[in-house]
């Protein structure tokens, strides 16, 4: 190659080799360097080993610095490897080693890692060693704090500071120490740790350092060298995220201002170099030049600041450059309008290249020096242009004259003029000095000086052999070039209208129409219904006709790029994006201009509301950025169509990159703040891709800051988290963006999570603004949403704007308000900006009490606006401390901007923050995790409550519901827990009572009924005890979303308590009825008693007469007979009560207080009463001719209905009474007329009393009549006639076997057990068998059904509409409550019926008992002494004694029955107890048959004592009340809530209304109506129109909200569309006019509404 032909060469092959042999070539031009020469002459060497390896060459020193200067440090690393980087470079990266950054190096240290939230991030580790000095430095750094360079010393350094002193004076004079490098390993010039930072970071993180640098108006690298200084890199990428603003003083008097980037601005450019010899810190004059006393602050780093003496390692060649940047104010500023400062660090002849590039592109070149050696002499002499370019800083020293004659030598040569050189002299300061520095540069711009674009520097750094960080971009820019070209020059809306379609007109007509399905303000007079399906036909359409559209070439090639490009080409893309967007819009559009104009109509006196708004409008529409790309890439999955074939490739794809692009620190708009909207499938599907990328944990802290617009809302989040949300004055873009952080592995347990998230918005709208119409509804929108998402909200108030400040926190306050109302509880900080001294927080107790008190009048505000009353201050609705929940943090700036530095005080303060909020989270237990799936589920629920009115009463959320129904369960479970334990203790109780002795007097009982009312009221006390305390626990669980239900735990509480008190009233009653019973039973017992003695005498005595006389059985029968009917012929029967007389004084008792005496006075009896039909009357209505007649028969068909309710309910009632067959007891009527109070609690106002009066008469006329039955049948069976009739046979077998001297015993055993025996077991096992038969539904395959009431109506719906019948419509509908009964009973005897599961349990019961009694028999067969009874007669009366004493807690034995069957018995006792044992189990066998072979289920659960039908509807009835406008019973868990809600309402048509004007039946549902602004009127609103809005005013115990979807009614539109005409004949009404598109809806459809409804997955 160097001789430009080949080193051998022949006309044949065997001459070739004959050379090649011999070695010889021609020699090598002596134009080549001696170095090349020899290397050829090693290669080309006739012995193979002494030729050199590869690895050689490369380390060959002539080589290898030429390899330094033209290859990156990338590439040589990517072809040489790391080790041959280091030992071209040992300094440099022994430094790094010391740094602990090697493994850095290069490039590798990225943006995202900086940006994780770790414990060093967090908490600020002291810098112990050297390697924690990067990160101290880039910690501060990203919070814009000053102070950063300052961490380049070590920590405990200042704790010796003074021993250090001692130690220099004792070795003062030792010249050997003096001259070694003291800075000893322990310290770092803050230029190297740059340098190294630098060269270790990404491109990204580079220019994240570059613009926190140039915020705390530090110097940022423009040329940075590799190294050793071999090679330099112009950081052009690094600087293009610079942007500033500036007044220049041609402006100032407008009142305009630019903004530009830095690097595309053409501002005049000076340059600060220094010779080798220079005594005089450039550094410390350009700081005084940019600030002339101003600030005291360093700009650049120099020799006598902190460290700044270390020496340099790896910073020589470094090249500097900060800005100056006017703010428009003469007397301020030192340049009219933006100059640029380089300064080279280390001498021009360290860094040749470095300084010919700089001085070829300044204006002007400042060389400092004190001397000129021969090697400067000949650079400065080789420069060109230096008469205008060149000034020399000459620093003249005492004694200096050689150094003085080399400087003049050199002026002599380059003829400068004497303008051009300055002369500082030993007696002027560095300040005064630099003054005429400035006097020399303020020149030099007057002479229509050269400016320069920093961009256009980049081909002649690489003429200059100078490397550019940003070439290595170049296809990526093309990229972004070649998008932004097209929008050539058109407007910026015309090429949104083409380039970006899904986010024009139609977007926001959908967000508008979802805003109107929501509040349907604009219905008019038009049909409610069918104005909502129109409203639905349209979204349709539009979301149609937006599918429709194909990708426009911009967002193909968009797409493109971010699809197929690797992640750093998508960074590298997405930022050049940004910047060319950037430099379109400075270039073409001016915001400026529109801005002005907005704030000067804005500050008008008498402002153009339309104007205001149209230039708002025109600002918003002008402004294009990345964010617009990116919300038309969510657009375009939004509407996507699934399966089709865009979706199946590349648009399904975009989720995923999404979810890529978040985790890489990109921001997600969440609310499309131009259109009011969230397109909820794109954010959903978004974020459920990087719930799966991160393996499903994806635990989220979510933060956001509200505030008034400009007061530092972003800056705050930036400083607090080092990210980069766009720090604006203009509102170009609305909404709210959120940003996922990870948190470090260190930080991970001890915050429990694994992403902070920011949600960033728009800035609520200050005054000027409020004059648009919407502003207040959409700022109050704005933070309902973002504080509801919040788990900390941080509310930033600025001081001076009290105004703006007072608007915020009645939004906030209202938010938080509604929070509450949700069961949401997030953290609130008060952040108060502008707030400096080291006294504020004590003299600022008296603002934060005015905050206190404006806070509580605002939350009376909100609650009576939100109809809390109970909430009266604002620590009613948030945990609030006023010192721990303020902060008080100073002004961001330093001075005044542009050119004032970050306040160090707003950094630290910001920080400590931070720390503080970070520290509460981690405490707060009261903190909900929730992963992505939750979070979105909370999102779409308050985003559609957001979009209605009225908030609280439009919150729907599945959590919620879930957690709801979870709690239900659990409740339903409790409740039956405590009913089961109190029926067993009552069934014990009435056992004893009818167990107790028979020879005690009625007093001695009714004390045992008192003492078992004392006994049940502490067990009832104690299960409810350990109820509340079971609520108590469920609501310290941390899972299951119980704090989204802590409003609903007072009433939870309260149902607890009614619950104990239900319970109470009803074992007191059962325990009364068990004494009457007992009162009866002795009655009767003591008749039978009576009678018994006399048959048993004459048996005896007719055994006397025949003993001696042989008589045949038909004989002694016929003899037997005539003594039975004389003995028997004076029984005398029980008395009747008088039913009739007992009702009628309770009817008055219950009227006690409504003086109606002179009503009642007339009737003596209820005989007549409830005969004939219940009809409603005239007379019922109160001033019933004042209404007209349509009124006056509305009213009457509302009694009637509500008559016909009550009656039905309480006939059914009194039958259910009569079926159990026991004898009337007067609390049978009490309960009964509770029962109609009840029902007509809610009755309306315009009722009179006699209406009252003539339905109670009415009821107990009926009651009456059954109770007398019921009462005649009880006395029947107990007739103490009938019952000696039944043991006549018993008596003829005993009178028999005595004559014949025959064997009874296996008889008497017999007829024990018949009599005794079986009548006990068959009621033991009744007993129970009522719990039974419950726990077997609870526990069987439909237990589901009666969990909760919600699965409960889903059940039974789903049941009505699969058996299609229209009757049982109208039953459920208009006789809900027997309904509810009747299907119970059904649902019981199917469950039952199916496996003999009924059988089964009888058996199983039946064994139990059988065990008992035959345990109890063996116990019973041993005397007190525990020997066996004596075989004698006498042993049985003391075996079955000790046998009822055993079984006494089980089984009640009669004495009487068992008198009457061991009458004169013969037999001894142990042959009697075999018989005995032989006759229970031939019982068993007997039973087991019957019950085996019995079909009548109901029988058996009418007679029995508890029943499960009463006890399961008990469970899932709740309170009974329905829905005043539909009949759709309430749902709410419990019976003592607050608010009665359901699942589903109807049609209100189904629940009898019709219009008054065309007697149609209504098709509204009511969960429209009441977000219409329609009007209902009836009898409770005195037949005054009144807004359905308000319905609250007169039913104020119900909570109606909208559907959660269109489609959640179906199933009720469904049915009145296929029962239309039906309905109508039922009530009397013409079929209703129901929308199109209802009739569409399928029973599939139907079905689907329905489960998604209740939720049933």
């Known amino acids: 190659m160097c001789t430009l032909k080949p080193a051998f060469n022949a006309d044949n092959s065997m001459h070739m080799e004959v050379k090649i042999v011999r070695g010889f070539y021609p020699p090598v031009s002596d134009h080549y360097s001696q170095e090349l020469r020899s290397l050829l002459e090693q290669l080309l060497k006739h012995d193979p080993t002494e030729r050199p390896s590869v690895s050689s060459i490369l380390e060959e020193p002539f080589l290898s610095c030429r390899i330094q200067k033209f290859l990156t440090p990338q590439i040589i690393t990517q072809e040489f490897g790391h080790s041959f980087l280091h030992k071209q470079q040992p300094v440099f990266f022994n430094f790094l080693s010391k ?48 102070g950063c360079r300052n961490c380049t010393l070590l920590s405990n350094n200042d704790v010796d500071e003074d021993d250090d002193d001692d130690d220099e004076n004792n070795y003062l004079f030792d010249f050997d120490l003096v001259t070694a490098d003291d800075s000893a390993d322990n310290k770092v010039n803050a230029l190297d740790l740059i340098v190294a930072l630098f060269l270790c970071a990404d491109s990204f993180l580079q220019q994240e350092m570059a613009l926190k640098m140039s915020m705390c108006q530090f110097s940022v690298p423009l040329l940075l060298p590799h190294g050793d200084n071999s090679q330099c890199s112009l950081m052009l990428w690094a600087l293009r995220d610079i942007i500033k603003e500036w007044c220049p003083h041609d402006l100032s008097e407008s009142k305009g201002f630019v903004e530009d980037s830095i690097v595309q601005a053409n501002i005049p450019f000076f340059t600060f170099v220094r010779l080798k010899n220079c005594s005089l810190s450039k550094s410390q004059v350009l700081n005084h030049v940019l600030s002339l006393g101003q600030y005291n602050h360093n700009i650049f780093i120099h020799r006598d600041m902190k460290g700044g003496a270390i020496p340099k390692k790896i910073a020589s060649g470094l090249v500097e450059v900060c800005w100056y940047l006017p703010s428009g104010r003469e007397n301020l500023d030192i340049f009219p309008g933006p100059v640029a400062f380089a300064n080279l660090r280390g001498d021009i002849c360290e860094s040749l290249t470095q300084f010919k590039f700089l001085f070829q592109q300044s204006t002007a070149t400042f060389v400092f020096l004190d001397k000129v050696e021969e090697n400067e002499h000949k650079i400065l002499t080789s420069l060109q242009d230096v008469k205008s370019k060149l000034f020399l800083v000459v620093n003249r020293k005492d004694n200096s004259r050689e150094d003085m004659m080399s400087v003049q030598t050199t002026l002599k040569e380059l003829e400068l003029p004497k303008s051009s050189v300055k002369t500082k002299d030993p007696k002027v300061n560095v300040a005064e000095f630099s003054d005429k520095l400035c006097v020399s540069i303020k020149k030099s711009l007057t002479n229509k000086a050269n400016t320069v674009i920093f961009e256009n520097m980049l081909d002649k750094a690489v003429d200059f052999g100078l490397s550019v960080d940003e070439n290595k971009t170049d296809e990526q820019k093309k990229a972004a070039e070649e998008i932004v070209k097209g929008i050539g020059v058109r407007s910026i809306p015309d090429y949104k209208k083409q380039q970006l379609p ?99 109509h804005c500050d008008r006196n008498e402002k153009d509301v339309q104007i205001i708004a149209e230039l708002d409008q025109a600002l918003m529409e002008s402004s294009l950025g990345v964010e617009h790309y990116m919300r038309e890439m969510g657009l375009i999955y939004e509407f996507s169509i699934s399966g089709s074939r ?87 873009t609305r909404g709210a963006y959120m940003l996922f952080l ?26 000027h603004l409020a004059e648009l119409e919407d502003s207040y509804e959409h700022d109050n929108q704005l933070a309902t949403f973002v504080i509801g998402l919040s788990d900390v909200t941080i509310i930033n108030v600025a001081m001076e704007n009290s105004t703006e400040m007072k608007d915020i926190l009645q939004i906030a306050v209202h938010a938080f308000l509604r929070m509450k109302e949700i069961g949401k509880k997030p953290i609130c900080h008060f952040v108060h900006q502008n707030v400096s001294g080291v006294s504020a927080h004590a003299k600022t107790i008296t603002e934060r009490k005015h905050l206190l008190d404006q806070l509580n009048e605002m939350t ?126 009552q069934t014990e109780a009435e056992l004893e009572i009818s167990n107790s002795d028979n020879e005690s007097d009625i007093q001695t009982w009714s004390k045992l009924v008192e003492s078992k009312k004392s006994e049940v009221s502490e067990n009832i006390a104690s299960e409810e005890r350990k109820m509340k305390e079971k609520l108590t626990k469920y609501y310290k669980k941390k899972d299951q979303n119980v704090n989204l239900i802590e409003k609903y735990k007072i009433d939870f509480f309260n149902s607890i308590s009614s619950l104990a008190k239900e319970i109470k009233h009803s074992v007191n009653n059962k325990l009364d009825c068990a004494l009457h019973m007992r009162k009866s039973s002795k009655e009767v017992r003591d008749i039978q008693r009576k009678y018994r003695a ?95 007649l349509f009124r006056r028969k509305d009213i009457k068909r509302y009694l009637q209905t509500t008559a016909d309710d009550v009656i039905e309910s309480c006939t059914q009632f009194v039958l259910d009474v009569v079926k159990t067959n026991p004898d009337y007891h007067e609390s049978f009527i009490k309960d009964l007329l509770d029962k109609i109070d009840e029902s007509l609690q809610n009755i309306s106002k315009d009722v009179k009393i006699k209406f009252e009066i003539d339905l109670k008469l009415h009821i107990c006329g009926i009651a009456s009549r059954e109770f007398l039955k019921m009462h005649k049948k009880f006395l029947s069976d107990k007739d103490p006639r009938f019952q000696l009739q039944k043991y006549k046979t018993q008596y003829l077998s005993d009178f028999l076997d005595l004559y014949k001297q025959r064997d009874d015993c296996q008889r008497k055993a017999n007829d024990f057990v018949r009599c005794c025996i079986k009548p006990a077991v068959e009621e033991y096992i ?332």
């Open 742 to 767: 990870k948190v470090g592995e260190d930080m991970k347990h001890e915050l429990n999570y694994e992403f902070i998230v920011l949600i960033d918005t728009e800035g609520l709208k200050s005054p």
């Open 1326 to 1657: 009744n007993r129970s068998l009522g719990i039974n038969i419950v726990d077997e539904i609870l526990t069987g395959c439909h237990s589901a059904e009666f969990s909760s009431r919600s699965f409960f109506q889903y059940n039974i719906q789903e049941e009505l509409l699969q058996k299609d019948d229209f009757d049982s419509f109208v039953k459920y509908i208009c006789k809900y409550e027997i309904y509810v009964k009747d299907w119970i009973f059904q649902q019981i005897q199917q469950q039952i019926s199916k496996k003999k599961t009924l059988c089964k349990l009888k058996i199983k019961n039946l064994q139990v008992i059988v065990d008992k009694i035959t345990a109890a028999l063996e116990q019973a067969t041993k005397g007190p002494d525990g020997f066996q009874l004596p075989n004698n007669n006498e042993s049985i009366t003391e075996l079955i004694s000790n046998m009822r004493k055993y079984l006494i807690k089980e089984i009640s034995i009669s004495v009487e029955d068992e008198k009457r069957a061991l009458f004169q018995i013969q037999c001894t006792c142990h042959p009697f107890i075999n018989s005995l044992k032989m006759s229970i189990e031939d019982l068993k066998e007997q039973l087991q048959e019957e019950f085996s072979k019995s079909e009548n289920i109901t029988e058996t659960l009418d007679k029995l004592p508890i029943k499960p039908q009463e006890e399961l509807f008990k469970r899932v009835f709740g309170c009974g009340n329905q829905c005043p406008f539909c009949k759709v019973p309430c749902e709410a868990g419990g019976k003592d809530h607050k608010k009665h809600h359901a699942a589903v309402h109807r049609p209100k048509g189904l629940g009898g209304y019709s219009y008054e004007d065309t007697q149609k039946l209504v098709e509204t549902l009511c969960t429209t109506a009441v977000q219409s602004e329609h009007k209902f009127k009836n009898t409770v609103t005195k037949w005054e129109p009144h807004p359905y809005k308000e319905y609250y005013t007169f039913y104020p115990d119900w909570h109606i909200p909208p559907d959660p979807t269109i489609e959640a009614s179906d199933y009720w539109k469904f049915v009145l569309v296929k029962y239309n005409d039906r309905f109508a004949h039922k009530y009397k009404s013409k079929p209703a006019d129901v929308p199109e598109a209802w009739r569409r809806i399928t029973r599939e459809q139907a079905l689907k509404g329905l489960k998604d409804a209740f939720n049933i997955q």
């Open 1094 to 1188: 006399v048959i048993e005498e004459q048996v005896k005595k007719l055994l006397s007469d025949c003993k001696d006389s042989k008589l045949s059985d038909e004989q002694l029968k016929c003899e037997f007979e005539k003594m039975w009917t004389e003995a028997t012929k004076n029984v005398s029967g029980l008395k009747e009560q008088n039913i009739s007389e007992n009702i009628f004084i309770h009817l008055k008792k219950n009227f006690l207080n409504h003086k109606v005496n002179e009503e009642l006075q007339n009737i003596r009896d209820l005989e007549d009463f409830g005969k004939s039909e219940f009809k409603a009357k005239n007379e019922h209505v109160k001033n019933a001719m004042t209404f007209n």
């Open 646 to 732: 865009n979706t199946a490739d590349e648009i399904s794809r975009l989720p995923g990159l999404a979810a890529e692009m978040l985790l890489d620190g990109y921001p997600l708009e969440l609310l499309d703040g131009d259109a009011s909207n969230i397109p909820e499938r794109w954010v959903t599907d978004v974020l459920m891709e990087l719930h799966k990328k991160v393996g499903g944990k994806s635990r989220l802290l979510v933060l956001s800051v509200l505030g008034v617009q400009s007061t530092g809302k972003s800056t705050l989040l930036n400083t607090m988290f080092g990210v980069q949300f766009p720090v604006s004055s203009g509102r170009c």
């Open 502 to 600: 899904l986010q024009g007109i139609d977007w926001k007509s959908l967000s508008q129409l979802e805003m109107e399905e929501c509040r349907l303000k604009n219905a008019g007079e038009q049909a409610l219904e069918e104005y909502k399906s129109q409203l639905l036909e349209e979204k349709q359409r539009i979301r149609e006709q937006q599918s429709k559209y194909k990708l426009s070439r911009a967002m193909r090639s968009f797409i493109e790029h971010l699809s197929k490009c690797d992640k750093e080409k998508r960074d590298f893309f997405l930022k050049w994006m940004k910047f060319k967007l950037n430099a379109h819009s400075h270039s073409v559009i001016k915001l400026s201009l529109l801005r002005n104009k907005l704030k000067e």
């Open 99 to 146: 740094l602990g950054v090697k493994k850095f190096y290069p490039n590798k240290l990225t943006l995202q890692s900086l940006l994780e939230n770790n414990k060093n991030n967090i908490y600020g580790e002291t810098v112990e060693s050297l390697e924690k000095i990067p990160w101290c430095f880039l910690r501060k750094l990203f919070q814009i704090n000053t």
């Open 860 to 985: 009376q505000i909100a609650a009576e606006m939100e109809r809390q009353p109970s909430i009266k201050a604002f620590t009613d609705v948030l945990d609030y401390d006023m010192d721990k929940n303020n902060w008080n943090i100073p002004g961001l700036w330093h001075g005044t901007p542009p050119m004032a530095p970050v306040n160090t005080g707003y950094s630290e303060a910001v920080a400590d923050f931070k720390k503080n909020l970070l520290t509460t989270v981690k405490t707060d237990q009261s903190i909900k995790v929730s992963q992505i799936p939750e979070f979105l589920e909370w999102m779409r629920s308050l985003w559609k409550a957001v979009k209605y009115e009225n908030f609280i009463f439009s919150f729907r959320n599945t959590l919620v519901a879930n957690a709801y129904n979870n709690l239900c369960k659990e409740f339903n479970q409790w409740e039956w827990q405590f009913r089961k334990e109190i029926l067993s203790w």
